[in-house]
């Protein structure tokens, strides 16, 4: 079984090749076409990244048939991708205050928000308006997801000052109709790989005897994180926080469209398995759905504080000095969140 240990390692370097492959074809599109970097981060990378959970989820439903999986692998996702924003304005802070970032995502953290909110309630509250096996919260965070496509802006204004020379002048130089098939090519062989490391993971747990324990979390969060954590960085690197952040934002909405479909396809009632995928007094999601709240909350006020900064505050020094300190404050508070999570999830009982 030593091999699998080589597998895991090689499909995770690809994902992690074409992880970065993808984002510099976003990074393209967005600078050579007047499509909005959020509208391809938010809808186009991010169901691409987050199609590992939706595997992993399915899976969960069908085959291991434990419902905490799925509300723990769906909402886990989401608190670990906000990492990733804090993260990226932590180590790419020189670029943070000359980023743009649309307002846009506000609005779907917003979102992001009301559903967290809606899965508290059904963690919590013993009244579930249900109809036979399915839970009926699931409509309105269906249609909340719609919602954040729709609000999407399709089209951008670019200024003649973006910069393209960070990226590889071989992409920029490609026609935009080659770059959407390298976009897809690449798109499709991360949805190959990223199934084959997750099957990979699981051959690696039983290799060392983990099962479910935290060991054998973390490699199946590396193996379901991988692409939204690459990708977004990588764009964010490149300055285009933009699209990375629209790529996180995006991702974590479309996980929650993945626990709709979680919800209608979990129909089977054995070994004490209820057909809802909502878990009522399920005590470890409610305390990650609440460290969620906090991190959608943090991330909401850092980008609406470098929303609302003006060039003219910007100009003193000691200005920019305290937007850097105060944003550096807020992203490390982001990861802290998650860290604090799983230092809390072994010790405390919420009911």
Request: proline letters at 3%; one cysteine or more.
């Amino acid at each position: 079984m030593w091999y699998w240990y080589i597998i895991y390692i090689v499909l995770a370097v690809l994902i992690v090749y074409l992880s970065i492959k993808l984002a510099n074809y976003v990074d393209a599109l967005d600078k050579k076409t007047t499509i909005s970097g959020a509208f391809i981060g938010g809808v186009m990378l991010a169901a691409v990244t987050s199609l590992p959970e939706l595997f992993t989820t399915i899976s969960a439903v069908l085959i291991v048939k434990e419902p905490e999986l799925v509300i723990g692998n769906i909402i886990g996702s989401d608190l670990f991708n906000l990492v990733v924003i804090g993260l990226s304005i932590s180590l790419f802070i020189i670029k943070w205050h000359r980023a743009k970032i649309g307002v846009i995502h506000v609005k779907e953290l917003i979102i992001t928000l009301v559903i967290t909110l809606l899965v508290i309630y059904s963690l919590v509250s013993p009244y579930q308006p249900q109809v036979g096996p399915i839970n009926l919260l699931v409509i309105p965070i269906l249609a909340l997801y719609i919602l954040s496509i729709k609000i999407q802006p399709k089209d951008s204004e670019k200024d003649e000052d973006d910069e393209g020379d960070e990226i590889p002048k071989g992409v920029l130089a490609l026609p935009v109709k080659t770059i959407v098939i390298r976009f897809i090519i690449s798109a499709i062989l991360l949805i190959i790989v990223s199934i084959g490391l997750t099957y990979a993971t699981d051959k690696v747990a039983d290799a060392l005897n983990l099962g479910a324990t935290v060991a054998g979390s973390i490699f199946l969060a590396i193996a379901t994180s991988l692409p939204e954590l690459i990708s977004t960085i990588t764009l964010c690197k490149k300055g285009n926080f933009d699209a990375g952040f629209g790529n996180i934002v995006g991702s974590n909405n479309f996980n929650y469209f993945i626990l709709f479909f979680a919800e209608m396809i979990s129909w089977n009632k054995d070994k004490g398995y209820n057909g809802s995928v909502l878990v009522y007094h399920s005590n470890e999601a409610f305390l990650l759905a609440l460290f969620l709240v906090l991190s959608i909350v943090l991330s909401i006020g850092v980008i609406l504080i470098h929303r609302y900064r003006t060039p003219k505050l910007l100009e003193n020094k000691g200005n920019l000095k305290l937007f850097n300190i105060i944003s550096i404050i807020l992203g490390v508070l982001i990861v802290l969140s998650y860290i604090l999570y799983e230092a809390l999830a072994p010790f405390i009982t919420i009911f």
